[in-house]
């Protein structure tokens, strides 16, 4: 089993800056893809970053540019820097893992931008 704990949420002005984390922990070994998602609605969340096990990373394009996803694997700590934050941005954010085991996500984090 892998357990995901996301932080650094918060409250930013627009134009500002917020970094996530989301720390695994259990089974790691078998830790897979991981990536960020917002809740966009009621039923769906939406991709925003994802980190590949090659290194590869996918970015929705409402994001690009703007945000970094990055993997440090002797913390087993995935990362979302987020920069020039818009008030569209404000959601809650998810850590998503994919692991042999099936899909596991995170709790997750509130940012809100507002001035």
């Known amino acids: 089993q892998v357990n995901l704990v996301e932080s650094g949420g918060g409250l930013v002005q627009p134009g500002g800056s917020l970094r996530l984390s989301c720390a695994a922990s259990?089974?790691?070994?078998?830790?897979?893809?991981m990536g960020w998602y917002r809740q966009a609605t009621e039923n769906e969340r939406e991709m925003v970053a994802a980190?590949?096990?090659?290194?590869?990373?996918r970015y929705a394009d409402s994001v690009k540019g703007r945000f970094t996803i990055s993997r440090d694997k002797v913390k087993n700590t995935v990362y979302l820097q987020m920069s020039s934050l818009k008030p569209e941005d404000t959601d809650v954010y998810y850590c998503?893992?994919?692991?042999?085991?099936?899909?596991?996500w995170g709790q997750g984090t509130q940012v809100t931008v507002s001035s």
């Open positions: 998503k893992a994919i692991t042999p085991w099936g899909t596991v």
């Open positions: 980190i590949y096990v090659n290194g590869e990373v």
């Open positions: 259990g089974r790691i070994s078998g830790l897979n893809t």
